[in-house]
Structure formats: structure tokens, C-alpha cells
């Protein structure tokens, strides 16, 4: 069964720390990796996307990772602000058909404190 | 900021009324998406066109319908609400399939069945 696991649920720190969110995924066949905010009561922000062939990618004070072999990925944020309270949401695509679906996790919570 | 819009944004209404959730965007997508999604919850996809005159189910099943008559417009109606129906509905569009490109997501309209 196609799944995307996220950890963890929720995550509180405190403003100017760094942090690493979590992405496990069985998705197979593999197309690509997402990583979404979104603010609560707001529709998701696409932050980063990453193929197969890709190992980072950076946006700003964002850097997701993924290994393709464990079928993991991980969000890394940076110097945290207020403004990264948000649920970030990772969604895998697979290729298996034409038109592909995307699976999503349920997120992770995060909370920064002043 | 993408430009897609959603309205109402909030809505709360009785069982058994007939309600509409309106859905726009000017980025001229030609597919557009309707997502419901619960508290703590990953984003299930309920219906999607591919383009004018074109709608599809998607993986949780529903008891709305949708229509696609203008490519920037796509509206969900629910001919009978009851409170099984209370939740978050966002809607998203994209320029091609979910798999090849990054959707964009409006404000999502946050509906209570009393």
C-alpha cells in the first residue's frame, strides 16, 4: 500500500533554532518529492521539489533532502522565525499512470516560540 | 502568491441545504482539483477536471458534484448538507498532470453542517 509517513506529529521550538522534519514513503513506482507549508486556515505552499536524481534542494532557509534508496527525505530549516509556524506537508507522486496521483502525509505541526 | 481564489471562506449552514463552493483562478489551468481535509488530517482528493466539460471522481468518495463549464471556474455543490459534510474544502490548480507540476492551492473554505 502506497503510504507517506511523517514525524514527527508536532514539534515546538524556539525562534532562531534549526530543526529537521521527517518524510518516510513506500510510493512506488516514484515520480517526485514535495514539500508543502501551510498556515493555518490557508491553502498549501509548494517550498521545494525533488526528482529521483536529486539528493537537495535548498530554498531559502528550507533544504529538503531525499534518498531515494530508503525512500526518505527530510526538511531542514534554518535560524527558525515566527513566521515558520506552519504545518509542513510532505506529498509523493508516483508515475503510475499517465497522469499520476500524489500521496500525502498528514504533516507536521510545527511551533515557534519568541 | 498564486491566484486562486475561494469562496466563502467560512460557512456555516443547517442540515439539508444546498450549498455551493466557488472556485477561481486566473492563471489559466487547465486542471483544477477539490481536496477535503480534517483537523490533523492529509488532504484527500474528491474531484478533478483535466479541462473544460471534463470532471472525474477521486479517491474519497463524495457526495458533491462539480462542473467545469469556463476553464477558470470550478465549482463543488453539495444538494443536501449534513454534518458529516463539516470540514475544510480547498481547491488547487495546476498546468499539467498533479505528478508534473506543483499545484496551486487557494485559501480553502472551512464549512459546519449544524
Known amino acids: 500500500k502506497n503510504q507517506v509517513e511523517q514525524s514527527p506529529q508536532s514539534l515546538i521550538i524556539l525562534e532562531g533554532k534549526n530543526c529537521t522534519l521527517q518524510?518516510?514513503?513506500?510510493?512506488?513506482?516514484?515520480?517526485?518529492l514535495r514539500w508543502y507549508k501551510q498556515d493555518t486556515g490557508r491553502g498549501p505552499v509548494s517550498l521545494t521539489i525533488m526528482t529521483f536524481s536529486e539528493n537537495t534542494k535548498s530554498n531559502g532557509r528550507y533544504t529538503a533532502t531525499l534518498d531515494a534508496d530508503t525512500k526518505q527525505s527530510s526538511l531542514h530549516i534554518t535560524a527558525s522565525q515566527l513566521s515558520d509556524s506552519a504545518s509542513y506537508i510532505c506529498?509523493?507522486?508516483?508515475?503510475?499512470?499517465?497522469?499520476?496521483?500524489?500521496?500525502f502525509g498528514r504533516g507536521t505541526q510545527l511551533t515557534v516560540w519568541p | 502568491e498564486a491566484d486562486i481564489y475561494q469562496t466563502p471562506r467560512y460557512l456555516v449552514i443547517g442540515t439539508g441545504k444546498k450549498i455551493t463552493l466557488e472556485c477561481s483562478q486566473t492563471m489559466g489551468h487547465d486542471k483544477m482539483y477539490w481536496y477535503q481535509q480534517d483537523p490533523g488530517m492529509e488532504l484527500h482528493l474528491i474531484h478533478y477536471s483535466y479541462g473544460v466539460n471534463s470532471t472525474e471522481k477521486g479517491d474519497l468518495s463524495s457526495e458533491s458534484t462539480v462542473s467545469r463549464i469556463r476553464t477558470e471556474h470550478f465549482p463543488l455543490t453539495l444538494e443536501s448538507a449534513r454534518p458529516s459534510h463539516t470540514s475544510q474544502y480547498l481547491c488547487a490548480s495546476s498546468v499539467g498532470g498533479p505528478s508534473a507540476d506543483t499545484q496551486y492551492f487557494g485559501p480553502g473554505t472551512r464549512l459546519t453542517v449544524l
Open positions: 506529498v509523493v507522486s508516483d508515475r503510475g499512470s499517465t497522469l499520476g496521483r500524489l500521496y
Open positions: 518524510c518516510n514513503y513506500t510510493v512506488s513506482p516514484f515520480s517526485n
